[in-house]
Nanobody
């Protein structure tokens, strides 16, 4: 199983980026998919989850609600994270994950992880 995240880069505050995560070796429709991020010197934190498998919908970290949108294309085995109105505090390495977590915001519930893509937001 491989999760390949892409789409990161350097942007100015207020701008947008779309991250993609291509899954291979698994069928994404059988898994919940999530995005987590880790800023320098900080713990990894939950960003967004799409509980497709459970049919529960999508969930977001409070600070990204209204700015970020998680979506997926199961035919392409790909999950996306559309990020608008980016802030310097969003600077981090963003990783996608697949699993069947009981708690959508806990990283230990996800079985498969991508290597991450770096998002840097300048002020």
């Amino acid at each position: 199983v491989q999760l390949q995240a892409s789409g990161g880069g350097l942007v100015q505050a207020g701008n947008s980026l779309r991250l993609s995560c291509l899954a291979s070796g698994l069928t994404s429709s059988n898994y919940d998919m999530g995005w987590f991020r880790q800023a320098p010197g900080k713990e990894r934190e939950f960003v967004a989850s799409d509980r497709w498998r459970r049919g529960d919908g999508t969930y977001y970290k409070d600070s990204v609600k209204g700015r970020f949108t998680i979506s997926r294309n199961n035919a392409k085995n790909t999950v996306y994270l559309q990020m608008h109105s980016l802030e310097p505090e969003d600077t981090a390495v963003y990783c996608c994950a697949a699993g069947r977590p009981h708690y959508y915001d806990r990283s230990d519930g996800y079985n498969y992880w991508g290597q991450g893509t770096l998002v840097t937001v300048s002020s």
